[in-house]
């Protein structure tokens, strides 16, 4: 009985599968393996290539490469993207900044009828302005409200309530204008008059 249930060492390693064994070029041990430091200074950056090994050792055809098992990516080294289809101007502000900025503009332009700014500001401003008249022109309490969320003065709303529709009734779009001027004195930066139509 004891004999039957022990199992000899060699009978053991014949059950087992074989390890795998690894084929080097010839001429090559890993012993021989020598690691090069990178230069100093500016350095490209690769491909990414999947897993494939990086050591020239194994880039040889005689030996197995994982090339051929993974899709080449590679970015051509851009660090940015291009803003394709994003037409938002960006008036170098952030996002609650740039809404202010926009409200007050909007409401400055509606009080005085024309306002001086940058080309830039002007031509973004330009939606909103619309956009309000829009609103004054259909005239529903909904409508009215929305237009004192966003203009900072309750008395212009309700005067461009009042006055929209003999003003702009027969027109349907661009009630502003945008006139060229000279550029501002100091960082020349080009301007522009914005008033409504």
């Known amino acids: 009985m004891a004999s039957a249930s022990t199992f000899s060492l060699s009978s053991l390693r014949a059950a087992l599968?074989?390890?795998?064994?690894?084929?080097?070029?010839?001429?090559?041990?890993?012993?021989?393996?020598?690691?090069?430091?990178p230069k100093s200074g500016p350095r490209q950056l690769n491909s990414f290539v999947?897993?494939?090994p990086l050591l020239p050792i194994f880039s040889s055809p005689d030996s197995f490469s994982f090339e051929h098992c993974f899709p080449t990516v590679d970015n051509g080294s851009r660090f940015f993207a291009m803003r394709h289809g994003r037409k938002v101007p960006k008036l170098n502000r952030p996002p609650d900044q740039r809404k202010a900025l926009l409200r007050g503009l909007t409401t400055q332009l509606?009080?005085?009828?024309?306002?001086?700014?940058?080309r830039a500001r002007a031509s973004t401003v330009r939606k909103y302005v619309d956009?309000?008249?829009?609103?004054?022109?259909?005239?529903?309490?909904?409508?009215?409200?929305?237009?004192?969320?966003f203009i900072y003065e309750k008395q212009?709303?309700?005067?461009?309530?009042?006055?929209?529709?003999?003003?702009?009734?027969?027109?349907?779009?661009?009630?502003?204008?945008?006139?060229?001027?000279?550029?501002?004195?100091?960082d020349n930066a080009p301007m522009a008059y914005i008033e409504l139509v």
């Open 131 to 149: 956009k309000m008249v829009t609103l004054a022109k259909d005239g529903t309490l909904h409508k009215r409200r929305q237009a004192l969320g």
């Open 110 to 118: 509606l009080k005085y009828g024309h306002i001086k700014t940058t």
């Open 17 to 37: 599968p074989s390890p795998p064994s690894i084929c080097f070029p010839n001429g090559f041990s890993p012993s021989n393996l020598k690691i090069a430091r």
């Open 50 to 52: 999947g897993l494939a």
């Open 156 to 186: 212009i709303v309700h005067a461009l309530f009042a006055e929209v529709g003999e003003r702009y009734g027969d027109r349907e779009g661009g009630y502003t204008r945008i006139m060229r001027t000279l550029p501002r004195r100091g």
